[in-house]
Structures are given as structure tokens and as C-alpha cells.
């Protein structure tokens, strides 16, 4: 009763404070208006930019940043090169290859009380930041106008934008306010490792193109022809079929272009914190749609036979999942690109990727939910979006295949006769090996670091990825699932189109669950225990035709996580029980029927446990020694055997 008390009163005061967090919430506004024109001979753009901005945080602001994130690829001298020197990393294969974007003319606008107009032009560039200081100091509710003109010579394609052949992919292209937020301004420059983070608003984008470039971007297209219908691949063709409707569309578009009528196209979105977009004379285009939301897919011809039909079906499937678990898609339309890079690359409502590949669909259109929507700063948190969608794609692979994790079925089909007999692991398996690696190889660092910060090379992605993934696992093993679901629709709920943070995930976690989850966010996300939990003594007595039987659990390591002890019976029985896991030793009564014959800590391998032996009698597997062997099932001790022969000539 005392504790049910006090889990009300634990409730009542999280209640209280997210209604306090959630009225003293703000953040900025911001509504882009830009005009583009595409110069493939010189690879550049030239752009007209108008910028709105209305303050509703609670300060007065004096000065105003944009990031200019192209510069980061000027030379070898820039933030990030530096950086990436220090990795061993070069960013750019030659100094020709580079890339920058120059202010032409920039003003920014305000009135002032008196009704009057005041404008500076002034502004200086450090790095990939502009910083220019407000004519009038601007006070809260207040809004001012930006006016610029840049020139963008885009770079040969490096990190997540540029251009190869004639295909140009443009990300983080244009002068992007700099988000201001309960910390301050976020003018960080571009680092080496680390994302973004921006203003939510609405954008306008011209864009003008020769007329045989396709367009595909953020946002739906208001005016013009972004050219989908002039290369739409009709899927129910033969072979024969389609390579006569394909010199069809070249020679229309062999038309088109001696035409020279430029195209314009205008698309709008809002509710998103950034725009990108993506050109190519190549694309084909396929159209698809879920509940009623479109699925644009774009792709070079050459991958036709890859990405025809299944892209879109499995951008179908992701929508259908995501809105499932977190909430309806609340976008217009769904965009994926090939894109020039190698694996994917998120931005709102479009997302560039290499492959038609499953889960790199489910990865990046699950970054529209995890950094998109529930837009966090990434350079800062990144295991708020990296970690939730490698997460949640991993949970979908899994609930899709079963406990493999991948399309096992399709796998053994292109297998080789040793990849099929062969054993291996699980996804989960795989990656959970990565982690226990990571965390006991001495060059462990906590979770939520800033991404720049990190001392190892592999710092960021083990944490950002690996690690940060398993802190969702290890978050719905301490809440439960059903609970955990509700987690993340009321997250979704409650925070779409806002600025995400540790405290604003963890208050929907502790008002949701009831629990008070200090030490579980502090342990995971702050520090780099380890979590090591032991059988300890197990005694068995049999009275009046019942078992009883005691186990000691000890907690070997520093970290703390409640531990799952299981009970096997010779009817073949099994009861589990949870131990909180937060004493250094603690013990658990069972009572049975049938007697005991094996007790095993964490059954169903739910907790990072770095030392796995110490959970309850290890077995013995003996094998064959295949080569390349990467098979680790857990507590047990492989024995492999192989043939060998050798003579000697004496
Ligand atoms: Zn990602």
C-alpha cells in the first residue's frame, strides 16, 4: 500500500512537471523562401534566399548565426578536415574536388517601435558560421527578415552531398538559421563526426533546372514539372516491352532538351527542420502509396532490376510499421532516392540511399521519426536518432524474420554451400557481440557524448549505433513492452515537430511506466559501468512432496540492471522470477513440484552481461571448424574440430 502510495505521489509530481516543461516549452520559427537555379557547367548554384524569424523564446536576441555548412569543404584547413586528419581521413580525394559557398549580398531587416525600418549588412564568416549582429536588439515575439544571395560551387561528391556524373545531391546546401534554444545558440561548426540540428518551420523552394533533369525533394511540389511522368517506369512491361517505352522517353527527352526551356519547379513542406533535394537526367521514377500518403522513388537506370517494385513496396512497409508503433506519418509524401553516397542519408520526407537493401529503408525512413519528427540535436544526442532507429529497425527485421533478424529464407537461396551449413548468429547476436567487445576493449566511453568528443575513431559510431540501440533494448526490458509501446507513441505524441532531449524522453518514460528512472538513464547514457550478475550458491530441499529452492544471485560489477532468474524442473517446468539487481547479493525462493534441475540467470540473453559464463552451467558444443566460424551461442564452450594431414620424408 506504502508503495503504491508512493508510485501515485511519483506520478502526480511527473505529471506536474511535464505540464510545467510543456508550458515553458518554446522554440523558434522560421519560414524559408528560396530561389534556385542549377549551373551544371560550372557544378554550382546560384540562390535568392529570404529568411522569416520570429522569436518566441523568453530572451532578447542582439545577434544572429547561420551555418554555411558547404565550407566545410573548401580546403584542408576547415574544422572538419582537421578532424578528420586527426582520424587518419581525408575529406577530399584532391584540392579541385572542393566545394564552397560564398555570401553575395546579405541584409537583415527589422522594424522598430517606432515603425521604422532598420537593416545591417554586415557579417563575418568564420569556418562554416556566420555571424552578423542584429540591427535593433530583438525582443521577445518579435520577428526580422533576412535577404541574401549565395553562390554554392558544389564539390565533387564527398561525406553527404555533391555531385558524380550528372546526378547532384543536395544536403545541408543553403544558409540554415542556427537554432536557438533553452541553451543558447547552437553555432557549432560542421565537425568531423556529428550531425545537424534545426529550426522547425516551412520552406518555399524554386528550383530551376535544364529541362532534362529530374527532381525529386523535401515537400510537395506546388508548381511546375519536377519531370516524374516523363520517365515513369511502368511496371506490369516485359522486358521488350520496357526497352521500347525507354527509347521512347529518350527520344522525347532528347526533345525536350533541344528545346531548351529550363524547368521550374516549386516545393513546399512544413513542419520540417531542413530541405534537400536531388537532381539527375538519369532517374527513373516509380510511384507507390501508403493509406493514402504517396511514395516517390527515384533511381539511375542502371539499377532498374534491383530497385523496381520492391523499393516502394518496402517504403509501404516502413510507413505502415512506423505509424504503427509511433504514430501516423504526418507528412504529405514519402521520397527515396539512389543517392550518390554509400549506405543512406535521413532529411525530412526524402531519404538518399545506396541500396535497395531492407533495413537501410527501414533505417533512414525511420530517421524521419528520429530526428525528423522528434527533431533532437544530433551533434549533441545522438543516440536519440541514431540509436532509436537502429533500434526500432532491428525490432522491425525481428518481428518481421523472426529471431535472425534478416531474410534468412532469401539469404540461403544466393548462399554458398558453407555459408549454408555453416552456424552463425543473430543479428541481435552480432551486434550484441560489438557492444560486449566495445565495453570491455578499455576504450569504453558513455553513450551521450557529444559526437566531436569522442577519443577513438570508432568512439561515436559504437556508441551513437551500437550501444545506443541497445539502450532501448535494455529500456523495454526495465519497463516491459506493452509498457514500452506506450512509451513511444506518447513520446511521438507529445513531442512531434518539437525539439527532443534526454529530459523530455525520459519524463514521458517515468510518467508512462510510473517509475522513477534516474539510475537507468544515468548508468546507460553517463557512465560506462559494467553489468555483470553470477549464480551463487543454489540449495534444493524436498519436503512433503514440494521443492524448495533457494539461489543466490551476486552483482559482480558496478552496473545495475534487474536480472532474471529461471528455474528448470525435471517435468520440464520452467519459472522465472526477477531480482531488482540492485544489492550486491540477493536471494529467490522457488517452489515446485517437480525437481529443479538447472537454474540459469537471464534466460533469454536480455541483459548486456559481460561475463556470460557466471549466469549458470555452461555447455559444450563440439564442431566442425569451418572456416571463417563467427558463431558465439551464449554460456557455452565451442570445442572445434578439424582434419589434418602431413607427412614427413624421413
Ligand atoms: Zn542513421
Known amino acids: 500500500m506504502a508503495a503504491r502510495w508512493l508510485s501515485a505521489l511519483f506520478i502526480t509530481v511527473c505529471v506536474t512537471s511535464i505540464l510545467q516543461a510543456q508550458n515553458t516549452y518554446w522554440q523558434q520559427f522560421v519560414h524559408y523562401d528560396m530561389d534556385v537555379t542549377l549551373i551544371p557547367l560550372e557544378h554550382a548554384l546560384a540562390g535568392e534566399e529570404t529568411i522569416w524569424y ?75 558560421i556566420l555571424e552578423a549582429e542584429l540591427p535593433r536588439p530583438l525582443p521577445p515575439g518579435d520577428s526580422l527578415r533576412i535577404e541574401l544571395s549565395f553562390y554554392l560551387k558544389v564539390r565533387k561528391f564527398a561525406g553527404r552531398a555533391g555531385y558524380r556524373g550528372n546526378q547532384y545531391d543536395f544536403a545541408q546546401w543553403y544558409p540554415k538559421v542556427c537554432v536557438y534554444d533553452e541553451t543558447g545558440w547552437n553555432a557549432e561548426p560542421f565537425h568531423f563526426n556529428g550531425e545537424f ?81 536531388s537532381t539527375c537526367p538519369d532517374f527513373l521514377y516509380e510511384r507507390g502509396e501508403w493509406d493514402g500518403i504517396p511514395i516517390h522513388v527515384l533511381y539511375r537506370s542502371r539499377v532498374k532490376k534491383q530497385w ?7 517504403g509501404a512497409r516502413a510507413l505502415a510499421w512506423l505509424s504503427g508503433k509511433f504514430g501516423r506519418y504526418p507528412y504529405p509524401q514519402l521520397t527515396i532516392v539512389h543517392g550518390l553516397l554509400g549506405g543512406g542519408m535521413e532529411y525530412p520526407m526524402l531519404v538518399m540511399n545506396s541500396s535497395q537493401r531492407e533495413g537501410l529503408i527501414l533505417h533512414e525512413v525511420g530517421h524521419i521519426y528520429f530526428y525528423g519528427i522528434l527533431g533532437n540535436n544530433e551533434w549533441k544526442e545522438a543516440w536519440l536518432d541514431e540509436g532509436f532507429t537502429t533500434f526500432q529497425t532491428r525490432w522491425y527485421m525481428e518481428s518481421r524474420y523472426g529471431r ?68 532501448y533494448d535494455m529500456l523495454r526490458y526495465v519497463v516491459g513492452e506493452k509498457t514500452f509501446e506506450k512509451i ?104 515446485t513440484r517437480s525437481k529443479p534441475t538447472r537454474v540459469m540467470l537471464d534466460p533469454e540473453d536480455k541483459v548486456l552481461d559481460v561475463r556470460r559464463f557466471n549466469n549458470g552451467p ?27 594431414g602431413w607427412f614427413n620424408d624421413v
Open 618 to 644: 555452461p555447455r559444450v558444443e563440439v564442431l566442425f571448424d569451418y572456416p571463417n566460424l563467427s558463431y558465439s551461442p551464449r554460456q557455452t564452450y565451442l570445442v572445434t574440430w578439424r582434419p589434418s
Open 488 to 591: 513511444c507513441r506518447e513520446y511521438f505524441d507529445r513531442w512531434k515537430f518539437k525539439h527532443v532531449n534526454e529530459a523530455r524522453f525520459k519524463q514521458v518514460c517515468e510518467t508512462v511506466s510510473g517509475m522513477d528512472l534516474d539510475w537507468f538513464f544515468d548508468e546507460w547514457l553517463h557512465k560506462t559501468v559494467k553489468i555483470d550478475y553470477a549464480l551463487g550458491e543454489v540449495k534444493k530441499i524436498n519436503k512433503d512432496s514440494l521443492w524448495l529452492t533457494e539461489v543466490q544471485v551476486l552483482r559482480k560489477e558496478k552496473g545495475k540492471m534487474p536480472v532474471e532468474v529461471q528455474l528448470v524442473t525435471e517435468a520440464g517446468d520452467t519459472v522465472t522470477q526477477r531480482w531488482p539487481g540492485l544489492a550486491n547479493e540477493g536471494r529467490l525462493t522457488f517452489e
Open 197 to 277: 540540428y534545426g529550426e522547425f518551420g516551412t520552406f518555399d523552394v524554386t528550383i530551376h533546372l535544364p529541362p532534362t533533369y529530374i527532381v525529386a525533394a523535401t515537400g510537395t511540389v506546388v508548381s511546375g514539372d519536377p519531370g516524374w511522368d516523363t520517365v515513369h517506369v511502368d511496371t506490369a512491361l516485359s522486358d521488350a516491352q520496357w526497352q521500347q517505352a525507354w527509347e521512347d522517353m529518350t527520344d522525347r527527352r532528347r526533345k525536350q532538351a533541344a528545346d531548351g526551356q529550363m524547368r521550374s519547379v516549386t516545393f513546399h513542406a512544413e513542419n520540417v527542420h531542413d530541405f534537400a533535394w
Open 54 to 128: 520570429k522569436n518566441n523564446s523568453p530572451d532578447t536576441l542582439t545577434q544572429f548565426y547561420l551555418h554555411l555548412y558547404p565550407n566545410a569543404y573548401r580546403n584542408s584547413k576547415t574544422v572538419r578536415a582537421r578532424e578528420a586528419k586527426r582520424f587518419h581521413r581525408k575529406l577530399l580525394a584532391k584540392a579541385q574536388d572542393a566545394g564552397f559557398i560564398d555570401i553575395e549580398s546579405f541584409k537583415i531587416i527589422s522594424s522598430d517601435e517606432a515603425g521604422g525600418v532598420r537593416s545591417v549588412s554586415a557579417f563575418k564568416v568564420d569556418d562554416t
Open 404 to 471: 535472425w533478424g534478416f531474410d534468412r529464407k532469401s539469404w540461403l537461396r544466393r548462399a554458398t554451400w558453407l555459408q549454408r551449413h555453416r552456424p552463425g548468429n543473430t543479428s541481435r547476436e552480432a551486434n550484441r557481440n560489438m557492444a560486449l567487445s566495445y565495453i570491455l576493449s578499455g576504450y569504453d566511453e558513455p553513450i551521450s557524448k557529444p559526437a566531436y568528443s569522442y577519443n577513438e575513431p570508432f568512439g561515436y559510431s559504437m556508441n551513437a549505433y551500437t550501444k545506443g540501440a541497445f539502450f
Open 308 to 314: 523496381s517494385k520492391v523499393v516502394v513496396r518496402r
